[in-house]
Antibody
Framework: EVQLVESGGGLVQPGGSLRLSCAASGFTFSSYSMNWVRQAPGKGLEWVSYISSSSSTIYYADSVKGRFTISRDNAKNSLYLQMNSLRAEDTAVYYC????????????????WGQGTMVTVSS | QSALTQPASVSGSPGQSITISCTGTSSDVGSYNLVSWYQQHPGKAPKLMIYEVSKRPSGVSNRFSGSKSGNTASLTISGLQAEDEADYYCCSYAGSSTVFGGGTKLTVL
């Protein structure tokens, strides 16, 4: 079964750090680009970051640039998100999502999603 | 990158058809045939329903269809069923970023 399982969420104070993990199974992880997408309580979806299959290309949303770092370990079938200088507005459920087949070199849709991990930034 | 514009809510009766619009710009929806749609039930992860404007993943009902004209994409659900009641999000490739719509709550009356 194709599956993504996030972990690492929790309560952290403003200015603090947290590292999220996403464990992949059921598919060849090293062949796919991956993303983090978040959803604040009662709000819509927001794309956070993208990493290509070989880690050669990385993108961030402006809202997290300079504070968050995406990475992956293909040997461990795992995706990570290091979150520093956390703010109250970073409070959200964080999903890892697989990018489907690329089209003409452009990222495919998010075809597989994890169940999400909640991050709460509060004092 | 600004969010794509969707109506906050739509509704329809069982058996009817509804359409959800998604308006972007020439930098996202208008430039790429890479619009996707996601269905999200309360407390659940999003599910891909449409990709590349009008393609359906395996297992998604053919009652769901997508289209695009200019800077506006649309999701149509025909033969509404109770289980279609959910939030729907459009999404577009935008070069070095990806942008979502604000979401539309579909109520099946």
């Amino acid at each position: 079964e194709v599956q993504l399982v996030e972990s690492g969420g929790g309560l952290v104070q403003p200015g603090g750090s947290l590292r999220l993990s996403c464990a992949a199974s059921g598919f060849t992880f090293s062949s796919y680009s991956m993303n983090w997408v978040r959803q604040a309580p009662g709000k819509g979806l927001e794309w956070v970051s993208y990493i290509s299959s070989s880690s050669s290309t990385i993108y961030y949303a402006d809202s997290v640039k300079g504070r968050f770092t995406i990475s992956r370990d293909n040997a461990k079938n795992s995706l990570y998100l290091q979150m520093n200088s956390l703010r109250a507005e970073d409070t959200a459920v964080y999903y890892c999502a697989r990018s489907g087949t690329a089209v003409a070199g452009r990222r495919g849709a998010f075809d597989i999603w994890g169940q999400g991990t909640m991050v709460t930034v509060s004092s | 990158q600004s969010a794509l514009t969707q109506p906050a809510s739509v509704s329809g009766s069982p058996g009817q058809s509804i359409t959800i619009s998604c308006t972007g710009t020439s930098s996202d929806v208008g430039s790429y045939n890479l619009v996707s749609w996601y269905q999200q039930h309360p407390g659940k992860a999003p599910k891909l329903m449409i990709y590349e404007v009008s393609k359906r993943p395996s297992g998604v009902s053919n009652r769901f269809s997508g289209s695009k004209s200019g800077n506006t994409a649309s999701l149509t659900i025909s033969g509404l069923q109770a289980e279609d009641e959910a939030d729907y999000y459009c999404c577009s490739y935008a070069g070095s970023s990806t942008v979502f719509g604000g979401g539309t709550k579909l109520t099946v009356l």
